[in-house]
Every structure is written in C-alpha cells, then in structure tokens.
C-alpha cells in the first residue's frame, strides 16, 4: 500500500528574507550576501564555529536545514537530503581559480578547495544534524519539481528513509535563493509535483 | 616578536574565518590544534600557504608543521628564525 506523504514543513531564504511555512519570519536590508546570512546566523541562534569556514553556498544550506530541522529529531530518523541548483559551486570555483591564476603569486587555497563542490553542503548539514542517510545533489537550469516529486516519492514510497530534507539552494554572483522542505508521512500539505511548484513560485 | 604574535592571531583568525574568536581568545602557549583553539586538518593546510605567502618559508614535509604549529610561541620562535621575508 502506497504511503501517504505530505511536505511537513517548508521554508525560503531569497531577497534578504526568510518565510517559514509561507510566513515571513525575518528581514534584513543587509546589501552583501555574506552579512545578510550572518544576519541570519544571529537570529537563528546558533553557536556552531564550524559554520564560518563553510563556503557561501554551504552557509545557505546549513541555515536554511536549520529552519527546517530545529524541531525535528532527525537522530532518530532516517532522513535523506536531496539537493539541486543552477550554479553548483561556481562562486567558489571562481575564488578558487583566483587563488591559482597568477604563476607568480600561486597560493591554491585547501580552505577554499575543499568547497569546489555543491554537495559540500550536504556534507555539513549531515554532520550537523548526525546524518547518515542517501543524498544527492542535481544540477538543472531551475528548480525541477517534477524531478524532485519522483525522487523523493520514491525514496520514501521504496522506504529508503522515513523523511526527506529537500529543495532549491542557488547561489551566484551577488543572488542567492533557498526553497527548502521536509518530505513525511506528517503534515498537511499533500507532496505532490503541483503544490511543489506552487511553494516554490510564493 | 611580540608585535609578530599578534600579528599571526590577527592572520589566523582571519585566514581561517575564526569569526568566533578575538585575539584575546589566543594565549601565546595556548595548543592550536584539539583541546585549545580547536584548529583541523584542513586548517594546517591553511597554515603552510602562510608560512609561504607571508614569510617566505617553504615546508617540504607536511609533518613538519605539527612541531611547528603546537602554539603561537612556537610558531613565532619558528618563524624569526627561519623567516625569508
């Protein structure tokens, strides 16, 4: 008998704000990025010094997996992270690439290396959180819906996990969005392709 | 050397995103790695490129820098005695 699964909680980290559940919860008019997510950081609460070596992408992740899990207990859970963006880890690639242009001031960064890829984040938050579930991170023009909705359906309709942490995390250049969301057997909000498209497009 | 000190905790918690941390955080005998300022792998890493960068002084064996890197004392010792610029 197949599962019934809902979205049991959803969140979106664009445009200097946060809305959780369709809520706006925090705004900031920070300009750069990377003091509009300290920002977040800070209001979020969290004292965690490992977050400050993380990339920019990874930083978006981690904080909006925190959103999303502060109230769940993912230890006891079986939960599976799957990720996709537009841009992978091209802000990083970039710096990285910086650090290596020049022959005569050829200092390659192993911080900065280590960030060369998108599923880096998964990486963290699965640390954070004590993860050791099925992950993936996809690469698409723009967010998939109906690639993520088949996904996730089948990881928990073939119980490969009991819940899945998935969504949107994109950063490039000076613009950033996160749409992230827990998939269970919780919630009120059926997991299916169209009301994936539309949390995504509010 | 006192000035070279508090430069290299001022370079640390810069190049290593310490963010958390103030110079204040940093007694020079203070272990960098484990139980004191909590520094990994990936970070002595970091710390060979400025050895290279800043002071001119090139570790072969990676190894080296764990004698090297035991406290800020060490590394300043180290550092004026071996510095190339």
Redesign the interface.
Known sequence: MLKKTHIQKYCSIKNNEISVNGDLVFSADTLEVKDFFKDVYQFLEIKY?KY??MDLLSKLAFLSAEIILNEVNTKEKNTAIILSNNASSLETDRKYQNSINDKDNY?????VF?YTLPNIGIGEISIRHQLKSENGFFVFEKYNANFHYNYEKSLLQNNKCESVLAGWVNIDKNSYEAFLYLVSEKGIIEHTEQNLKQLYNT | MEDLKLELKKNIIE??????LSIEDFDDNDSLFGDGI?LDS??A??LI?ML??DYGIRLTDPKEGKKIFESIEVMATYITEHRKK
């Open positions: 010094s400050f070596k200092f390659p960064s192993p911080a280590v | 190049i290593l995103n310490l963010e958390d909590g990936i970070d890493l970091e490129v290279d960068k």
